[in-house]
């Protein structure tokens, strides 16, 4: 499952899979296969025979670049928390920390695809250490101007705004580098350390930045300006090269995003799956949302919704670690279609159950299964996108997994005052099976990500 336990900024919500499928026989297709897109070596593959392949616990390059993407994540889960938190605090009004919620959001939705662009076409190394100083200076800005004991809204909107922007540069230039510090027999253990950096980061975030607000207004952002710095210096330290060398021409900003927009399309097995997930993106907003009305009126607290969501986090944690395993044994479209049905499932004692606990365990299970898929489509998507193709490949992956979780909640609002929430709960997972049947019907996902698809 796909429930994120902090915000739409979570990179998780993006259950992409993996292990190539054959596909199936008696299957006949007339014209030629399209040629597949080009698989481009690493530097670090290139450069290094298959045995003599440094372990990633001594690939220097690849412990820096997790570590010190590792730090800003960190840093932007606990700011994350601080920004509304500090502004509800100082006005005590909630329509002035959601602005603050949201201006930290919008790059999102609206940075994606102009970022991917830039992260194709600029130095990913410079993107990554322009970002973690611009994220430093914003984070000691805002400290600064919290001790001064004044709380200005228009200024914490556009910090929280160019922190959203300069995050969302530093993680798509960062997923687009990993590939060239690791050789590609090493790029399934590679991806599984990073989604259980990101699982990690996310569940000590949170407490991070609350915690720290309790001591003063300023301490989070003290403490996330330490942190980005130190992803600064980390990334100082990486010797190789992060992207291969771009012959001819620029083109338009916008031409290169239309370029994306059209290689992406063409990934029919990719866009089938893109669909589901956005389906179930959608969903799990829902169900989140649902499973929290339901503690309230059974008269629970804000600490049991905390549980229950700290538990999914870590079943996620615990997926990410195990997702290598699945990726190089289980079927792309087992993963797909298996995954889809087990979210179904657990949905429906959901309806029933209002003990933090015991909604907690069926969370974990559920980010168990989130966790996997993140690894494997983490996977994939290297496979298959070409180094100056990653960033925007990468871009529109999180474009649609945000942007479809957007719709969640407002759409599960409606049903909760109409139907309650045992009632939703169930609709949720009667639309969550339905969408399990469609992945199984569907012929992009049943030939397999490399057969041949009718010229749309």
């Known amino acids: 499952m796909n429930p994120p336990p902090e915000s739409v900024t979570d990179p998780a919500v993006l259950p992409w899979l993996l292990a190539e499928e054959p596909a199936p026989e008696g299957a006949t297709d007339r014209r030629p296969p399209p040629e597949p897109e080009p698989e481009l070596p690493s530097p670090a593959a290139e450069s290094a025979p298959a045995e003599a392949v440094v372990p990633l616990r001594r690939n220097r390059d690849y412990r820096l670049l997790w570590g010190g993407a590792g730090l800003s994540l960190l840093a932007g889960r606990a700011t994350a928390v601080a920004y509304p938190l500090a502004v509800l605090w100082a006005t005590k009004s909630p329509a002035d920390a959601g602005l603050v919620g949201t201006a930290l959001l919008l790059p999102q939705l609206v940075v994606q695809l102009p970022g991917g662009a830039l992260v194709d076409r600029w130095d990913r190394r410079r993107i990554m250490l322009a970002a973690g100083t611009g994220q430093t200076l914003i984070a000691a800005a805002v400290a600064a101007l919290l001790l001064t004991g004044h709380v200005w809204l228009w200024a914490l909107l556009a910090a929280a705004f160019a922190e959203g922007t300069l995050g969302v540069l530093h993680q798509l230039a960062e997923r687009a580098a990993v590939p060239a510090v690791v050789p590609r027999e090493q790029i399934s253990a590679a991806m599984t350390g990073n989604e259980a950096r990101t699982r990690g980061a996310a569940i000590a975030g949170q407490p991070l930045g609350s915690g720290l607000i309790t001591l003063g ?189 957007a719709a969640g909640p407002v759409a599960a609002g409606f049903a909760l005052e109409a139907l309650g929430p045992t009632s939703t709960i169930l609709w949720l997972s009667a639309a969550m099976a339905l969408t399990a049947l469609t992945a199984l019907l569907s012929p992009a996902l049943r030939r397999g990500p490399f057969a041949s698809t009718p010229e749309e």
């Open 217 to 405: 207004a300023a301490f989070p952002f003290v403490a996330a300006a330490v942190g980005q710095l130190a992803s600064v210096i980390c990334l100082f330290g990486v010797r190789g090269k992060l992207q291969q060398t771009r012959e001819g021409p620029r083109q338009a900003i916008a031409t290169e995003v239309r370029e994306g927009l059209v290689w992406m399309w063409r990934q029919h097995f990719l866009r089938a799956v893109m669909a589901s997930v956005a389906v179930s993106n959608i969903l799990f907003q829902g169900l989140n949302l649902a499973v929290m009305t339901g503690i309230q009126a059974a008269g629970g607290s804000e600490f049991q919704v905390g549980v229950v969501l700290s538990l999914s986090g870590a079943g996620g944690l615990v997926g990410a670690i195990t997702g290598g395993w699945f990726t190089e044994r289980v079927s792309m479209r087992a993963l797909v279609i298996g995954g889809l049905s087990v979210w179904a499932l657990l949905m429906v004692p959901v309806a029933a159950l209002r003990d933090p606990y015991a909604l907690g365990a069926i969370f974990a299970a559920s980010g168990y299964v989130g966790g996997v898929f993140n690894v494997a489509g983490g996977v994939y998507l290297v496979r298959i996108a070409p180094d100056g193709m990653r960033g925007r490949a990468n871009s529109l992956a999180m474009l649609v997994g945000g942007g479809a979780m």
